[in-house]
Nanobody, 124 residues
Framework: QVQLLESGGGLVQAGDSLRLSCAAS????????MGWFRQAPGKEREFVAA????????YYVDSVKGRFTISRDNAKNTVYLQMNSLKPEDTGVYYC?????????????????WGQGTQVTVSS
């Protein structure tokens, strides 16, 4: 199975950018559909973005379209989430996840493997 470790979170101001990384070990990320989710205090975990094994197809929740970009570097066994024009409502713990299923997946239950998360806080 794959182990996932997120990094790159932090405290930023509205309008700033961050790049999150998700480093995989145990198996190659090319074996999985990869996704990013986030969870704000008191709220359910929310889908943010996903990318297919080949990297040629991505999908985003409407609230981040045009601002966030998911990408993968299979050679480095790492998945990224570039976040631009950050807003206070983007605040939360961001999780990287891996799914063995086919196609873009947006529901948390479709992902079998999860990292521990990295905190992103956007101040206004």
């Amino acid at each position: 199975q794959v182990q996932l470790l997120e990094s790159g979170g932090g405290l930023v101001q509205a309008g700033d950018s961050l790049r999150l990384s998700c480093a995989a070990s145990g198996r190659t990320v090319s074996s999985y559909v990869m996704g990013w989710f986030r969870q704000a205090p008191g709220k359910e975990r929310e889908f943010v973005a996903a990318i297919l094994r080949s990297g040629d197809s991505t999908y985003y929740v409407d609230s981040v379209k045009g601002r966030f970009t998911i990408s993968r570097d299979n050679a480095k066994n790492t998945v990224y989430l570039q976040m631009n024009s950050l807003k206070p409502e983007d605040t939360g713990v961001y999780y990287c996840a891996a799914s063995q299923r086919s196609g873009i997946k947006v529901a948390p239950f479709e992902y079998a493997y999860w990292g521990q998360g990295t905190q992103v806080t956007v101040s206004s």
